[in-house]
């Protein structure tokens, strides 16, 4: 998600002086890389970067291919194939052992339904959305028909496909993706030929609301920023709770347990962290947190405080299931040894990291196969979908 703002905002510098633009995209992987599917890169036509396709190996000869589609104004697939240790193509040791397409286009300022409009429309609401790109590994000097559909979750679909059976099909397994929270890419088959869609789905940055304004929260809500997360800081006393004291924040609110929720809206990306300090505050901050589905209450401190407070809550005739109490995380944060507020805050947006995307935060030494799980996108690849009545 920083990584799309931080493109966007190089996109409208660029465009107001007057600079052409190119976007590279990591389409499909074969094996291991450094990116997955859905890294970009904005390329300017004097050579800035923003954004990453790999861990530095591959951006100067992508550099220099983007340089060649902003010129022909036609996009480009490119393959680098890092399996082969002895291969000097690049000049660079990869390491990766990896097939990596990336797909490079030309932004049109003039095109309303340009991928960088379609990142902007995404990123001006807070809800899940889809993003088409087509890209032919059959024929790769042909036209590549790059990005060309955008799917909010509510609202009007942009952009079109020159086929509009195939555009159905792509929007049908575009609410799959939605339903799924899962990106896929499949192979679409057509009377002329056959088409990779990558079908990506777009999830909002995650909202992390700090419920205490304490010296501690300081370095947790600047580490959030950091990645791009949309922070709200919440206490009830006024001499805390000042904007000054958070400038990483969206928002700072002073208010009562009981107040908050009438100013925040959370939805399946947000999360809480209870750090306040003061029991009773948090208790009743819990009270009105636990019958929503919220995927992560953090509450600072020991366990038996969160024990504590859950006993009187279900005291009180609260019903809390195990499913209410599994998203529940005292004490907040991840078993790294952290002691300072500086550690304590890595270790928390740690934990709200592997928690949201289901991983238990263990060592990558210790997992066995791949660093990255490739099970639904490698069962998805080499499908086929036929948008004529026939295969080819």
């Known amino acids: 998600m ?10 409208e510098a660029a465009r107001q002086e007057g600079k052409q633009v190119a976007l590279a995209t990591v389409v499909q992987v074969q094996g291991s890389s450094y990116r997955r599917p859905g890294a970009r890169m904005l390329v300017t036509e004097d050579g800035q970067l923003t954004g990453a396709i790999s861990g530095g190996c591959l951006e100067g000869d992508a550099l220099r ?23 000097a193509q690049l000049g660079v040791g990869l390491g990766c052992n990896g097939i990596i397409q990336i797909l490079i286009e030309p932004i049109n300022p003039e095109d309303p339904a340009n991928s960088i409009a379609f990142f902007q429309a995404f990123l001006s609401s807070r809800q899940a959305a889809v993003i088409v790109t087509l890209f032919s590994l059959e024929n790769r000097t042909s036209l590549q028909p790059g990005t060309c559909l955008f799917i909010p979750e509510k609202g009007a679909v942009a952009g079109t496909c020159t086929d509009a059976m195939l555009q159905e099909a792509l929007l049908s397994d575009a609410q799959h993706v939605l339903v799924q929270r899962q990106s896929i890419t499949k192979t679409y088959m057509t009377d002329e030929s ?4 990558f079908v990506e789905l777009l999830q909002p940055a995650v909202s992390l609301v700090v ?6 929260a300081v ?15 919440v206490d009830g006393r006024a001499n805390y709770a000042k904007a000054s004291r958070f400038p990483a924040a969206q928002q700072v609110l002073v208010a009562k347990p009981e107040q908050v929720l009438t100013q925040i809206i959370p939805d399946e990306q947000t999360v809480f962290v209870l750090m306040t ?9 819990l009270r009105q947190l636990m019958p929503l589905a919220i995927p992560y209450i953090g509450s600072l401190g020991p366990q038996k405080k969160l024990e504590r407070m859950l006993a009187e809550l279900q005291d009180e005739g609260m019903e809390i299931s195990e499913e209410m109490r599994q998203r529940v995380y005292g004490p ?11 550690e304590i805050a890595l270790s928390i947006l740690a934990e709200v990291k592997a928690a949201l995307a289901n991983k238990t935060g263990g060592f990558l030494r210790d997992k066995p196969g ?6 639904l996108e490698n069962l998805e690849l080499g499908k086929q979908t036929s948008v004529s009545g026939c295969f080819l």
Not at 211 to 216: K, L, M, Q, S
């Open 2 to 11: 920083k990584e799309l703002q931080d493109i966007v905002g190089a996109y």
């Open 65 to 87: 291919k983007a340089r060649l589609v902003m010129h022909e104004q036609q996009s480009m697939l490119v393959t680098y194939d890092t399996t082969d240790e002895d291969d």
């Open 194 to 197: 056959s088409l990779t869609g």
């Open 211 to 216: 419920v205490g304004a304490g010296n501690d």
């Open 219 to 233: 370095p947790l809500v600047n580490m959030a920023a950091i990645l791009g997360w949309q922070v709200t800081v």
């Open 277 to 285: 300090h003061n029991y009773n505050y948090d208790l009743a901050m």
């Open 332 to 342: 907040t944060g991840l078993e790294i040894g952290a002691e300072t507020s500086e």
């Open 370 to 375: 791949a660093i990255h799980d490739r099970g």
